[in-house]
């Protein structure tokens, strides 16, 4: 299935950061994406709590004024996009992180949410803990998690194919999101040690038929480049993410069955964690996947 349309690229970007050293890199590719896109920027910072005895002081005198914290995010801020012709704005709030971005996210129709990946921070904990989970299934918007330094714009991307309407949904944000760009749909063939010429005929015959599934603009199709992994989905995946430099992996999420069943399985926390790229997570808006 074609179409000839595309439809408009995110009026804003939500970048949940708290701002430390270590979130440049989600920063940067922010930047990079704002004026790719032409999209307004939105800077999400989530402050979970008082930290030292002038913060709870300060926490516990509230007199309206604006808080230092603020005032310091705002200044770098300033000096950070100073000459590059955007002006994010900034949102500072208190409570629960995952909470907050899916707050300031449900006021945002058409957005992309950016955030970084760790494991040392309990902001950036988007992998390893519950926020991930909580974002994969309650966050309808695309999410980006960024892994890898800017150094302009996505060329090498990658869809992971299991043939459901949650991979459907991927390879068409992809097409959507990043225009004339190359796409590798991929698919990996789990129960074979070594590849069979008939099996991965198969598979790419299948993959053929999926494409014509998909609602893909005509120029988009012709750039999608099929192609079939065998062995481990955990090992396989990220072993050609590595090899081939693909700069971004796109996979759909199952939402009705937890963090569990994004893409393929159980083992998608463990496919995450082994992703040297960055990763945009696309939840399907079924609520029972047809693939």
């Known amino acids: 299935m074609n179409d000839s349309t595309r439809g408009p690229s995110p009026q804003r970007l939500l970048l949940a950061t708290d701002l430390c050293a270590r979130c440049d890199r989600p920063l940067d590719r922010a930047k990079q994406l704002a004026s790719e896109f032409q999209s307004d920027l939105h800077v999400l910072t989530v402050r979970e709590g ?18 230092g914290f603020e005032l310091a995010a705002r ?3 300033d000096e950070e996009f100073a000459g590059s012709g ?12 995952t909470d907050a971005i899916l707050e300031v996210a449900g006021g945002m129709d058409d957005a992309l949410v950016l955030t970084g990946a760790s494991n040392e ?7 390893l803990g519950s926020t991930a989970e909580r974002l994969a299934q309650d966050l309808v918007h695309p999410l980006l998690v960024v892994r890898q330094r800017t150094r302009g714009p996505y060329a090498r991307i990658l869809v992971a194919n299991d043939f459901s309407h949650a991979a459907r949904q991927a390879l ?20 074979l040690a070594e590849p069979v010429a008939g099996a991965v005929q198969d598979a790419l015959e299948a993959s053929e038929r999926f494409l014509d ?20 989905l955990t090992d396989t995946l990220p072993r050609y ?41 696309v939840r399907s808006r079924k609520d029972k996947d047809d693939g």
């Open 75 to 77: 200044r770098e801020l």
């Open 86 to 97: 955007l002006s994010p704005t900034l949102q500072v709030v208190e409570g629960d992180v």
């Open 50 to 67: 008082p930290r030292t005895p002038d913060e709870v002081a300060s926490w516990l005198e509230r007199d309206g004024a604006p808080q």
């Open 241 to 281: 993410v590595r090899d081939e430099a693909i700069q971004l992996a796109v996979l759909g999420i199952h939402p009705q069955s937890g963090m569990a069943r994004m893409f393929m399985g159980s083992r998608s926390e463990d496919l995450l964690q082994q992703l040297a790229c960055d990763t945009l997570l």
């Open 213 to 232: 599934t998909c609602i893909l603009p005509t120029e988009a199709r012709a750039a999608v480049a099929t192609f079939i992994g065998h062995g481990s």
């Open 172 to 191: 068409e944000t992809a097409a959507r999101l990043f225009p004339g760009r190359r796409i590798v749909l991929f698919h990996v063939l789990e129960e």
């Open 121 to 127: 921070d309990s902001f950036q904990r988007l992998i």
